[in-house]
T-cell receptor, first 112, second 113 residues
Framework: QKEVEQDPGPLSVPEGAIVSLNCTYS??????FMWYRQYSRKGPELLMY????GNKEDGRFTAQVDKSSKYISLFIRDSQPSDSATYLC????????????FGSGTQLTVLP | DSGVTQTPKHLITATGQRVTLRCSPR?????VYWYQQSLDQGLQFLIQ???????AKGNILERFSAQQFPDLHSELNLSSLELGDSALYFC????????????FGQGTRLTVV
């Protein structure tokens, strides 16, 4: 079993919908939780990161971490076609980019 | 554009061959990371260099090696290539050795035939 599980999708939603992307993990040592966005043929781009449990909001994006359930989520409000990409969750015990464990990614398409 | 430059963008080579992938980090970044992204394994950390010295190793095969030069660019050498080495190889950079945020390049797509 992988340390980080992520539903690969694909996920298609209409423009304006609320999108929920999720990951579960098994390693209790993980303290830092990140979401990356990867457009086709591009490198991953860090969207948000959260330390320990709680919520963090940035514009249309909200990241949630529930360490008791070992479950993290990314919500996208008012989704746009430009949000169409693969979203990768990533986690680490130390916070350092060198020790990130990535999920397999969820492919999202927002239809106009 | 992240500011991290990788060359070449695409590489096709035969089994048993050796290739070198190159990465120029963002201006001011001292730390370079190499990642491999394949369909079955996802994105996996290979190795990190900080200011010319190896800092951390991940799931890097013995056939693979890397180095960071005094001008801070880095090269990833892959030898005795196998079909299973076909993947996207990303370089990322950050200012410090323990930074949370690393900026990724656009990757080199390696196809071994």
């Amino acid at each position: 079993q992988k340390e980080v599980e992520q539903d690969p999708g694909p996920l298609s939603v209409p423009e304006g919908a609320i999108v929920s992307l999720n990951c579960t993990y098994s390693n209790s040592a993980f303290q830092y939780f990140m979401w990356y966005r990867q457009y086709s043929r591009k490198g991953p781009e860090l969207l948000m990161y959260t330390y320990s449990s709680g919520n963090k909001e940035d514009g249309r994006f909200t990241a949630q971490v529930d360490k008791s359930s070992k479950y993290i989520s990314l919500f996208i409000r008012d989704s746009q076609p430009s949000d169409s990409a693969t979203y990768l969750c990533a986690m680490s015990a130390s916070g350092s980019a060198r020790q990130l464990t990535f999920g397999s990614g969820t492919q999202l398409t927002v239809l106009p | 554009d992240s500011g991290v430059t990788q060359t070449p963008k695409h590489l096709i080579t035969a089994t048993g061959q050796r290739v070198t992938l190159r990465c120029s980090p963002r201006s001011g970044d001292l730390s370079v990371y190499w990642y491999q992204q394949s369909l079955d394994q996802g994105l996996q950390f290979l190795i990190q260099y900080y200011n010319g010295e190896e800092r951390a190793k991940g799931n890097i095969l013995e056939r693979f090696s890397a180095q960071q030069f005094p001008d801070l660019h880095s090269e990833l050498n892959l030898s005795s290539l196998e079909l299973g080495d076909s993947a996207l190889y990303f370089c990322a950079s950050s200012v410090g050795p323990g930074d949370t945020e690393a900026f990724f390049g656009q990757g080199t797509r390696l196809t071994v035939v």
